[in-house]
């Protein structure tokens, strides 16, 4: 696996492979000294066109415990801003010596394109690409989902018969799609649930259930967890906005609230990927209740990113971990 540009990518070994280097890394990161050898001399950037906290920082703080030299650009105060392109800011890195671009882009294809242009070698890792693919992210979803329901050694295991919602803006979300692509490789069932303007065209010939109805999906009961998406207001604003009625009848047919909580079992696990509306599509309970693992999503994502890191550029041979 040279590049990571997309789950749809992975067959289910490699994906289990990703989850099970992600699990040896977690061991190494208890240790005092969290820092590894593997990729001693190799250089990455992190090109960002795009805002992030967590998956830049994530990747960042991943590619140092594998003791990679890290140049960090930001398109925002950079000669982006003079108007040059991604062609030529690729080059321009790439003249500095690079062995991977772990690359966030507003336009869907921009990972692919830089992966498969003649104007780098580098290896590729997408970070997220308009709403296309979010890779990294439902990898770190799927493990987050193994270490809590496959059992207490869940190494070679994939994640067959769990039961996944995903609820809220699947239409603008790449990290739905990811997860759909990947969750079903790895044997889950998932369900999407959304308003139908927050459903995109074709979502019928996707390998999952589709509702409109939140509280008929809950109680027809299977899940062990509920992904809630952030409504990307961003995204619908530039698209002339529209979708819902208001806020306020979003969060009543489609929030994850208490009282819709309460009617789950208390092993169903509340997940979403950040950075949350508060009070929009989850309320503060929810997200901070015992059943929420959203802060452990954020630290697992450490160890995907080091999997990832290590299996695209040394081909998983840089040494004891
Ligand atoms: N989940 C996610 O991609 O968050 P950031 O936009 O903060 O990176």
């Known amino acids: 696996m040279k590049h990571l540009l997309s789950t749809?990518?992975?067959s289910r070994d490699e994906a289990v492979g990703i989850l099970d280097t992600a699990a040896h890394m977690a061991e190494t990161q208890a240790r005092e000294i969290k820092k590894l050898p593997a990729l001693r001399g190799r250089t990455v950037v992190n090109l960002f066109y795009e805002d992030s906290t967590r998956t830049r920082n994530s990747f960042e703080t991943a590619e140092k415990r594998l003791s990679a030299d890290v140049i960090?650009?930001?398109?925002?105060?950079?000669?982006?801003?003079?108007?040059?392109?991604?062609?030529?800011?690729?080059?321009?890195?790439?003249?500095?010596?690079?062995?991977?671009?772990?690359?966030?882009?507003?336009?869907?294809?921009a990972a692919h394109r830089i992966a498969h242009s003649d104007w780098t070698d580098a290896t590729v890792i997408n970070a997220?690409?308009?709403?296309?693919?979010?890779?990294?992210?439902?990898?770190?979803?799927?493990?987050?989902?193994?270490?809590?329901?496959?059992?207490?050694?869940p190494l070679g295991q994939d994640l067959a018969g769990?039961?996944?919602?995903?609820?809220?803006?699947?239409?603008?979300?790449?990290?739905?799609?990811?997860?759909?692509?990947?969750?079903?490789?790895?044997?889950?069932?998932?369900?999407?649930?959304?308003?139908?303007?927050?459903?995109?065209?074709?979502?019928?010939?996707?390998?999952?259930?589709?509702?409109?109805?939140?509280?008929?999906?809950?109680?027809?009961?299977?899940?062990?967890?509920?992904?809630?998406?952030r409504v990307q207001a961003e995204r619908m604003s530039a698209a002339g906005g529209g979708y819902f009625p208001s806020a306020n009848e979003y969060?009543?047919?489609?929030?994850?609230?208490?009282?819709?909580?309460?009617?789950?079992?208390?092993?169903?696990?509340?997940?979403?990927?950040?950075?949350?509306?508060?009070?929009?599509?989850?309320?503060s309970v929810v997200a901070d209740s015992a059943q929420s693992v959203?802060?452990?999503?954020?630290?697992?994502?450490?160890?995907?990113?080091?999997?990832?890191?290590?299996?695209t550029l040394t081909g998983g041979q840089g040494g004891a971990l």
């Open 8 to 10: 749809k990518d992975l």
């Open 72 to 109: 960090n650009f930001s398109a925002k105060g950079s000669s982006v801003s003079k108007g040059e392109s991604l062609k030529d800011t690729v080059e321009t890195i790439g003249a500095m010596g690079i062995d991977a671009i772990v690359v966030r882009h507003s336009a869907s294809g």
């Open 128 to 153: 997220g690409d308009g709403t296309h693919q979010h890779p990294t992210q439902a990898l770190l979803d799927a493990y987050t989902l193994r270490r809590h329901l496959m059992g207490p050694d």
């Open 162 to 229: 769990v039961g996944v919602a995903i609820v809220g803006d699947v239409l603008h979300s790449r990290v739905a799609r990811s997860n759909v692509d990947l969750l079903t490789t790895l044997g889950a069932h998932v369900t999407l649930v959304a308003p139908p303007t927050l459903l995109p065209i074709g979502v019928e010939t996707w390998q999952c259930g589709v509702s409109y109805d939140f509280d008929r999906t809950l109680a027809e009961g299977g899940l062990d967890a509920v992904m809630m998406l």
């Open 251 to 283: 969060s009543r047919e489609y929030g994850l609230d208490s009282a819709r909580l309460s009617r789950l079992p208390a092993g169903v696990l509340v997940m979403h990927p950040g950075p949350m509306n508060r009070g929009l599509e989850i309320t």
């Open 294 to 311: 959203i802060v452990e999503q954020v630290a697992n994502g450490v160890a995907i990113r080091m999997a990832v890191l290590y299996l």
